[in-house]
């Protein structure tokens, strides 16, 4: 876990909500849940998830998360000794902890998921490369926010480091890569980076390129707010909601 992964973590334990539900995808983009939800002071959750990973092993283990139902589970060498003969687990049929009729009627369902690039307006891409080329499966993403943004208090919330390839490309962007939305705009919440949260639920395509702009990298922000001009989101009155400047980066 870099600085990176931990501030990310700290921003997902600010959403999600004690007492809840929660779904967590994979990568190790989510080093720093279990940190991000105690030090939010996060209890008692249950988890309801498709997989089981290694953080969601550090959620159990910190007693933050007291119940785990999931399809399968994916992770180290330690996550399958642990998960053995473990009554805090429970294994149940995809098809059932899919379904986004049973997400959206737990209450306070917290959908975490990850992507490839988050464009101005909220859509997903966490399925093609800028080649067209399939860089993998959105799993029960769909499902899950889908789901959880229809909860009663739920939020379906993407996190994503700001930048891909060595900081050479911003995953916060005018238009996706080529190839079908993963997930569209009205099923995301908000959006988490390393440098803050992105409230995107009732918002106006305005707010909303304004909120993601302003958690991008720092060295993306002036090039995303003029793009966003171009294609008319943005005029030079939203310049000053524009943190263009004095965020530090994250290393």
Known sequence: MTPVESNIGSNIGKLVESDGYLQVGI????GGLAKGLSEN??????????????PMKDLVEAGIAVEAKTGFAYGSTDLYKWLNNNQKVEFLPTIETNDPAKV???KKFHAVNTALQVNLLGD???????????MSSPG????????AA????????????????????????????????????????????????????????????INLINIAHPKFR????????????LNDKDAPMIKLNGAENVK
Not at 41 to 54: A, K, L, P, Y
Not at 140 to 147: D, I, K, L, T, Y
Request: glycine share 10%.
């Open 222 to 233: 002036q090039e995303l707010f003029n793009q966003a001009q171009k294609r008319g989101f």
């Open 104 to 106: 959206s009627a737990l």
């Open 41 to 54: 002071g996060r209890q008692n959750i249950r988890i309801f998830s498709e997989m089981f990973s290694d």
């Open 124 to 134: 997903v891409n966490a399925t093609f490369g800028a080649d067209g080329a399939r």
């Open 150 to 209: 229809r909860s009663e208090g739920g939020k379906a919330i993407i996190a994503i480091r700001s930048t891909a390839k060595e900081e050479t490309l911003s995953t916060i962007v005018m238009d996706l890569y080529q190839g079908p939305v993963t997930t569209s705009h009205e099923n995301v919440t908000h959006v988490v980076t390393e440098y803050g949260i992105a409230v995107l639920k009732g918002k106006t395509e305005r707010e909303r390129a």
């Open 27 to 30: 990568g190790n983009v989510f």
């Open 140 to 147: 029960g993403q769909v499902e899950f926010m889908s789901g």
